[in-house]
């Protein structure tokens, strides 16, 4: 008789060092994963048997990466929601979905989640013109933080204003109008905490401890 049991098979979009990490924990468990890279010889394909390497919009190399596993996860936000819709309709299973994707991957819209879930953010408004910056800035006081809506990371899609000289300056310097932009109250915080808290298909939570983030030019340097 046999009594193996098998595991699901596991996949990660993304082949850069989140995804290297990620993969170093499942070897501990004795778990083997998958990645779909869009470059060759990836952090990740460096541990990983196995590597496909490949557009994520082109169609085939989706296919040929969701042949290869049962469950799907995401090394970061930077993809396309269509794309975990995609691979939703070949029967995989996708964590976050689409829809946690389509939220979190706003700056905007992920704002508005958590305000709305009585959660303390800063106030915030979203930027369809220059004049809405200054009547924030009337709303909220200087200085305010200009951000990208999409697609920031490590300072990178962010400018500080300390006066309206230096608005236009900072939505050419951001792309807008091509870029949606969003402003918000600026936080003069003392240091930056972190918590990961990880759930599993039954709703059981587990909470990771505590940890400070020490930043280098926007950049996490350092955590303890």
């Given at each position: 008789?046999?009594?193996?049991?098998?595991?699901?098979?596991?996949?990660?979009?993304?082949?850069?060092?989140?995804?290297?990490?990620?993969?170093?924990?499942?070897?501990?468990?004795?778990?083997?994963?998958?990645?779909?890279?869009?470059?060759?010889?990836?952090?990740?394909?460096?541990l990983?048997?196995?590597?496909?390497?490949?557009?994520?919009?082109?169609?085939?190399?989706?296919?040929?990466?969701?042949?290869?596993?049962?469950?799907?996860?995401?090394?970061?936000?930077?993809?396309?929601?269509p794309?975990?819709?995609?691979?939703?309709?070949?029967?995989?299973?996708?964590?976050?979905?689409?829809?946690?994707?389509?939220?979190?991957?706003?700056?905007?819209?992920?704002?508005?989640a958590?305000?709305?879930?009585?959660?303390?953010?800063?106030?915030f408004?979203?930027?369809?013109?220059?004049?809405?910056?200054?009547?924030?800035?009337?709303?909220?006081?200087?200085?305010?933080?200009?951000?990208?809506?999409?697609?920031?990371?490590?300072?990178y899609?962010?400018?500080?204003?300390?006066?309206?000289?230096?608005?236009?300056?900072?939505?050419?310097?951001?792309?807008?109008?091509?870029r949606?932009?969003?402003?918000?109250?600026?936080?003069?915080?003392?240091?930056?905490?972190?918590v990961?808290?990880?759930?599993?298909?039954?709703?059981?939570?587990?909470?990771?401890?505590?940890?400070?983030?020490?930043?280098?030019?926007?950049?996490?340097?350092?955590?303890?």
């Amino acid at each position: 008789m046999n009594t193996q049991i098998s595991s699901p098979r596991l996949g990660i979009l993304g082949g850069g060092q989140l995804a290297r990490m990620t993969i170093q924990a499942a070897i501990s468990l004795g778990v083997d994963l998958a990645i779909l890279s869009e470059a060759a010889d990836s952090p990740a394909g460096r541990l990983t048997a196995r590597e496909i390497v490949g557009a994520w919009s082109d169609t085939g190399v989706l296919r040929t990466f969701a042949d290869a596993v049962d469950v799907v996860t995401l090394e970061n936000e930077f993809v396309d929601a269509p794309i975990l819709e995609q691979l939703a309709e070949w029967g995989k299973i996708v964590l976050p979905g689409a829809n946690t994707l389509r939220t979190i991957q706003d700056k905007l819209t992920q704002k508005q989640a958590l305000a709305a879930r009585d959660l303390p953010v800063p106030q915030f408004v979203a930027v369809d013109s220059p004049d809405d910056i200054v009547r924030a800035a009337e709303r909220f006081g200087w200085p305010l933080i200009l951000k990208a809506r999409r697609n920031g990371y490590d300072g990178y899609g962010n400018a500080k204003l300390d006066s309206a000289a230096d608005i236009q300056a900072a939505l050419q310097r951001l792309g807008w109008p091509e870029r949606a932009l969003m402003v918000e109250q600026a936080v003069p915080f003392v240091r930056e905490l972190a918590v990961l808290v990880a759930r599993d298909p039954q709703g059981n939570s587990v909470i990771y401890p505590v940890v400070e983030t020490v930043q280098q030019n926007h950049i996490c340097h350092i955590v303890r």
